[in-house]
């Protein structure tokens, strides 16, 4: 008989609770450390002449539901480019693909100053498929480019290009403070006006990696026994290459270039709930969430009473993580 993997829904049934407990420490917790009472007042009956109201409503609120959304995304569109590439070392920070987000946002900083939020997140979704698009049209020409160890040496190379050009646009232009935001990452700067604007696209990319996982389990099994199957893959692959973009330029968007997230989750959901697609995607999006809700929440303590970048915090943790995988599976693919 075969037996249950019960550890989904675990996860799943966990998630809420878990989240709110979570999100909970993160308005109690910081410089100043509020009461529960005072966090209910402020949402049951906020007092825009109260300054800890303020706080939790317009400071807290939006970076603690920022970090939710964000680590969602970046776990999702991970496990989605692992899938489809089946390449353990694939993810959104590695290939290039935040980078490239980064880059199209510097270019609308410097040409279109006057470009709205709105329109600078179409940027992010833009220079998003840029960057991937590079990574994946110069590895095919490589021999044997579309490896692992070598498509993410690849990635890595031209993510390093394209922030260095952005670095260098912004300190030719003389906006260097206000593209800083997008290079380091700071969460506690987020605006609820910004957040409630992405989130939308966010859960539209969340519903549509949802809707495709039964198409990437099949293509993680390998092309060949995808196309025996009746996968049209060129279809498979643009929806989940849309769905990166969505989630990938959102995140971006919103609060710039997270490292590591989108690797390491991934990993962590298919040793608990198997190669399982159905599964994977949305236990990635839960671990994502907590995990980059508790690495903001830690990156407040790490240099207090200053902030830490929460890139910093996924980067102590993803760097050895890396290493780990490119040492023991980075000349295999997945499968």
């Not at 989940?240 to 690797?263: E, H, P, Q, R, Y």
């Amino acid at each position: 008989m075969k037996r249950t993997n019960h550890i989904p829904y675990i996860i799943l049934a966990a998630a809420l609770p878990v989240m709110l407990a979570i999100l909970l420490i993160s308005l109690m917790y910081g410089g100043t450390e509020m009461a529960f009472a005072t966090i209910q007042t402020a949402f049951l009956q906020f007092n825009a002449a109260n300054i800890d109201h303020q706080i939790i409503m317009n400071a807290r609120l939006p970076r603690a539901a920022g970090a939710v959304f964000i680590g969602a995304a970046l776990a999702v569109s991970g496990a989605l480019m692992q899938g489809m590439t089946r390449n353990h070392l694939a993810s959104p920070g590695i290939m290039g693909i935040s980078d490239g987000s980064v880059l199209a946002v510097t270019l609308s900083m410097v040409f279109l100053p006057q470009a709205s939020p709105a329109e600078r997140i179409f940027f992010s979704f833009g220079g998003s498929a840029v960057g991937a698009g590079l990574v994946f049209s110069l590895a095919a020409f490589l021999p044997h480019g579309l490896s692992p160890v070598r498509l993410a040496i690849l990635g890595t190379a031209i993510g390093t290009f394209l922030s260095s050009v952005a670095a260098a646009l912004a300190i030719y232009f003389q906006i260097p403070q206000n593209i800083s935001f997008w290079y380091h990452t700071r969460l506690h700067q987020l605006q609820g006006e910004q957040v409630l604007m992405i989130i939308p696209f966010i859960l539209v990319g969340l519903l549509l990696a949802n809707w495709l996982a039964k198409a990437v389990t099949v293509l993680s099994l390998g092309e060949e026994v995808a196309v025996s199957l009746g996968q049209r893959i060129k279809v498979v692959k643009l929806a989940v290459a849309a769905a990166v973009m969505l989630l990938t330029g959102s995140a971006v968007a919103m609060a710039g270039k997270i490292a590591f997230v989108g690797l390491i989750i991934p990993h962590i959901t298919r040793y608990l709930v198997g190669a399982d697609y159905k599964w994977v995607i949305p236990c990635s999006g839960v671990l994502g969430a907590l995990f980059l809700a508790l690495a903001d929440i830690l990156s407040r303590y790490l240099n207090a009473p200053f902030e830490t970048p929460v890139g910093v915090i996924t980067s102590l943790v993803g760097v050895p993580f890396f290493l780990y995988l490119a040492r023991r599976k980075g000349g295999d693919k997945i499968g």
